[in-house]
């Protein structure tokens, strides 16, 4: 039976993660807690509002309401790599090369290791933003679609057309695929090689979680009942197929999901702070945690890919060992 040693803390958690194996919470306030033989705290943006795990670097990236940019390390140093003012830093993302880029009202911004800062303006604001997985390239969700820039050469962006707001961006892991969260109940994707167009609809309400399985074949969702699992096994993606529907609850939607490092298998984060895990193969469940005080709204998974690490809309955190 998964064993969970609670953590409860005050607040909005924003983020989880595992940096050098220690499980790190970064909540709304800009504290970041980290559970390191015992409860410790680190202070990263005043107003915390998006963070990026950068697993490459083993960091934390941050943005916030102070206009900073912060990269929180193990053992919880904290450094300042970029400041926009005092606007408000509403996306971040962490790339190759040690490049970071987020995004400011209309303008998005790339950092390159070396501190060198290029911009990318758009007509309407930078809603989210994205590494590909292969060279320097960078999406970016927009109302009427997304925009793929190329940071490191001179050239005109590639413009994504699709009408409504979009709200996140996530590439697929071999770089085929491009899907944004929208405004609306649906998630929207292109395929890269071609701009064929993918619908993802029929969510009761908004998708606030993608993740992609390991070998990136599945796309796990939030916002509905159940983990809506949208297959990206074909050529052409999800088109076509329906996606599987894991952990159905009646009462309490879906709030948070976060697939297995290695297999296909997803934690699945609710509304009423309950966290399952499923299987993609057969659907069979595991009750991992039972109900808390809020909404599951971050989780992640370690690197022995045995302890998931999670937190909450009111500040109950914890780690599950899965072993017991």
Request: include cysteine.
């Amino acid at each position: 039976m998964p064993t969970v040693a609670p953590l409860d803390l005050e607040g909005h958690c924003v983020a989880v993660v595992f940096l050098d194996d220690v499980p790190h919470f970064a909540f709304a306030d800009g504290a970041v807690h980290r559970l390191d033989h015992g409860h410790k705290t680190s202070q990263a943006n005043d107003g915390l509002l998006c963070a990026f795990h950068d697993a490459a670097n083993d960091r934390l990236v941050t943005g916030g309401e102070d206009g900073k940019i912060f990269a929180v390390a193990p053992g919880g140093k904290v450094e300042e790599l970029a400041s926009a003012g005092t606007k408000w830093i509403t996306s971040v993302a962490a790339g190759p090369q040690g490049a970071v880029a987020y995004g400011t009202g209309r303008t998005a911004f790339v950092r390159f290791a070396d501190g060198k800062v290029k911009e990318f303006s758009h007509p309407r604001s930078v809603e989210g933003i994205a590494f590909a997985p292969k060279g320097m390239r960078i999406g970016v969700a927009r109302y009427n679609g997304a925009t793929l820039h190329f940071p490191a050469a001179e050239g005109k962006p590639v413009e994504l057309e699709w009408a409504g707001a979009h709200t996140g961006i996530t590439f697929s892991p071999d770089g085929a695929f491009l899907v944004t969260t929208m405004q609306e109940n649906a998630l929207h994707g292109w395929k890269l090689a071609d701009g064929k167009h993918m619908r993802m609809s029929g969510y009761p309400a908004k998708v606030k979680s993608l993740s992609w399985s390991a070998k990136g074949r599945w796309l796990a969702s939030s916002g509905a009942p159940a983990a809506i699992v949208w297959p990206f096994q074909g050529k052409d993606g999800p088109m076509g197929k329906a996606p599987l529907e894991l952990a159905t609850r009646g009462n309490t939607m879906v709030t948070c999901v976060s697939c297995h490092p290695s297999e296909d298998v997803v934690a699945i984060g609710y509304e009423d702070g309950m966290v399952l895990a499923a299987r993609f193969a057969d659907a069979k469940e595991v009750l991992l945690r039972r109900p808390g005080k809020g909404a599951v709204t971050a989780m992640a998974w370690d690197r022995a890919e045995r302890r998931i690490a999670f937190g909450s809309a009111a500040g109950d955190c914890g780690v599950i060992d899965i072993a017991g």
